[in-house]
């Protein structure tokens, strides 16, 4: 990987306190704004850039809880575990990864309690939220005066949509980390009322074949509702991507761009893969590995320097971020440092 430079992102002391700067999951820019999650809380975060042409710093952090503008599925403060960001029109879409959770083992517990660790898997229907956010001067709100309005999608959700599905119904219940559901990805496209948006799956990989959800949400009375795509209310496309899963993806004009990393908790490779035409296609089926381009292979860390989030500059280089940050990416008290590298 050809790192062009490194930006610095500033936080407050409590996006330090709560340890969202080094729990990054998703980010996407926004003329001077760059809009960023981390996967432990209930908020998206607002930087603001010095220079739009080629920025050396994202500042002035303001926090904004999800509970403000939409309805959650679980309540206003447990973890929505936010995995992917995408701006389109007025609004700002937020997807969480719809993943049950496995325990995790520390070094100070003994055999037996490591072992009943390994054994407890919850739900955490928290994480099962898919969201238009309304923007109204770039701050969340429940409708703007223009008439754009907030809106989450209902009815169970997408989960509940899953339950019957072929492929995906045996990973629901499976922990993400384990190869189970995991949603990390969004990209949408379109004009707002008509747009298409594709949720980019981490797990499960299918012996070897990565999946997205093509969707066609409309909002409808404050709900979002999803319309039917050849008789369903989704669509699955199933790429390979050299076995790994989709860990963030960008609208790059037609085309989509794909952060593909394990599925599993492994540190990597992890790669870019461009797909092209992605955007105004219908849905195919399967993208054999010769319709994708390779754009790119991202370094990893052992234990740490994970890429998890990717958005495009003004530049057209590629900002990435990364979760479990390497100590030479904070270099300073609350901030951290992304790298942009060249497509």
Do not use: Q
């Not at 709900?223 to 790059?252: P, Q, S, T, W």
């Not at 990597?268 to 381009?293: K, N």
């Not at 900002?319 to 951290?336: F, I, Q």
């Amino acid at each position: 990987m050809n790192v062009a430079r490194t930006v610095r992102l500033t936080f407050t002391a409590d996006a330090v306190e709560s340890d969202t700067h080094v729990n990054l999951s998703a980010v996407r820019t926004d003329g001077e704004h760059l809009w960023i999650a981390g996967d432990e809380t209930a908020t998206v975060e607002r930087l603001t850039c010095d220079d739009p042409g080629k920025p050396t710093e994202y500042r002035d952090h303001v926090s904004f809880p999800l509970a403000d503008v939409v309805d959650l599925p679980g309540e206003a403060d447990e973890e929505v575990d936010v995995e992917g960001i995408s701006r389109n029109g007025p609004f700002l879409w937020v997807v969480g990864s719809h993943s049950a959770k496995r325990r995790k083992i520390k070094s100070h517990h003994s055999d037996a309690k490591a072992a009943k660790r390994l054994a407890s898997v919850s739900a955490e229907p928290s994480r099962r939220v898919l969201a238009r956010i309304a923007l109204s001067d770039d701050v969340p709100a429940e409708r703007t005066p223009e008439g754009a309005r907030s809106a989450g999608l209902g009815r169970g959700g997408l989960f509940e949509l899953l339950a019957d599905d072929d492929h995906l119904a045996p990973f629901l219940n499976i922990p993400g980390k384990d190869n189970g559901l995991d949603v990390e990805g969004i990209a949408v496209h379109g004009e707002p009322g008509e747009e298409r948006v594709y949720l980019g799956l981490r797990g499960p990989v299918l012996r070897g074949w990565a999946v997205v959800l093509l969707l066609e949400p409309r909002e409808d009375d404050g709900e979002l509702e999803l319309r039917k795509l050849n008789g369903h209310r989704y669509a699955k496309i199933f790429l390979d991507l050299d076995g790994l899963g989709i860990r963030d993806m960008c609208v790059h004009g037609d085309d989509l761009l794909l952060l593909a990393g394990p599925s599993m908790d492994l540190d990597g490779p992890v790669r870019v893969y461009r797909w092209p035409g992605a955007a105004t296609l219908d849905a195919a089926d399967v993208v054999h590995r010769g319709e994708l381009h390779r754009e790119l292979d991202l370094s990893h860390g052992e234990g740490d320097d994970h890429a998890e989030g990717i958005a495009l500059l003004p530049s057209g280089e590629l900002l990435v971020v990364y979760d479990s940050p390497a100590p030479h990416r904070l270099e300073e008290p609350g901030a951290v440092l992304a790298d942009v590298v060249p497509l």
